[in-house]
């Protein structure tokens, strides 16, 4: 109801008032919810939200976008999480195909040596689709000193940090389900190329 001054950033002040011990905000779209989504878990509330980003880091980048210092982020931001679903293809039809090396995107070659794929085809039992279910693929970045210290240097080039701290990205639990023989390439490829 923006038209009768009660917009989002407004409701957001009047749940301030009423100190609550988690507040849930839908979903920060603008510089005026950030900045209120900030202060109320500067306060000490646990805010959780939903951003739009492609990745769990870059909600970061995001924040920084709509006007938040890094100093703020990197003293209140505790954990940041992406998912997506993919679809797995349908385990009656799906069809093993040989996979030349040139065909792995650049950055797993190194670790996983598949000569081999599955791709979907498409039978009466998923609809002539090819896929048959989906799977959640996620990140979840915990929010170290390590991390906070990149955040206050405005680095938003973490990878190496992730992989030193064991952290599995979208685009690598994509790919394992890919190496499992559970989802094609074509699936997980949008993931891909959004490190």
Not at 10 to 17: D, G
Not at 94 to 107: I, V
Not at 169 to 183: C, D, E, K, M, R
């Amino acid at each position: 109801k923006e038209s009768i001054g009660l917009g989002f950033a407004a409701t957001l002040r009047t749940f301030l008032r009423q100190d609550p011990d988690v507040i849930m905000v839908g979903e920060i779209r603008d510089p005026e919810t950030a900045n209120m989504a900030i202060r109320a878990a500067l306060t000490g509330h646990l805010v959780l939200s939903t951003i739009h980003t492609n990745s769990a880091w870059g909600t970061v980048s995001r924040l920084m976008d709509m006007g938040i210092p890094g100093f703020l982020l990197a003293n209140m931001l505790n954990t940041t999480v992406a998912q997506r679903l993919i679809r797995l293809l349908c385990p009656f039809c799906k069809a093993e195909e040989e996979f030349g090396e040139e065909q792995y995107p650049r950055q797993f070659k190194a670790s996983i040596k598949l000569l081999r794929h599955f791709m979907a085809k498409g039978c009466a039992q998923c609809f002539y689709t090819g896929y048959k279910g989906r799977k959640a693929v996620y990140e979840v970045i915990p929010i170290d000193a390590d991390l906070a210290q990149e955040i206050r240097s405005g680095n938003m080039a973490i990878n190496n940090i992730l992989k030193e701290k064991n952290i599995n990205t979208l685009s690598g639990n994509a790919f394992a389900l890919f190496a499992q023989g559970l989802t094609s390439l074509e699936e997980i490829y949008p993931l891909l190329v959004t490190i």
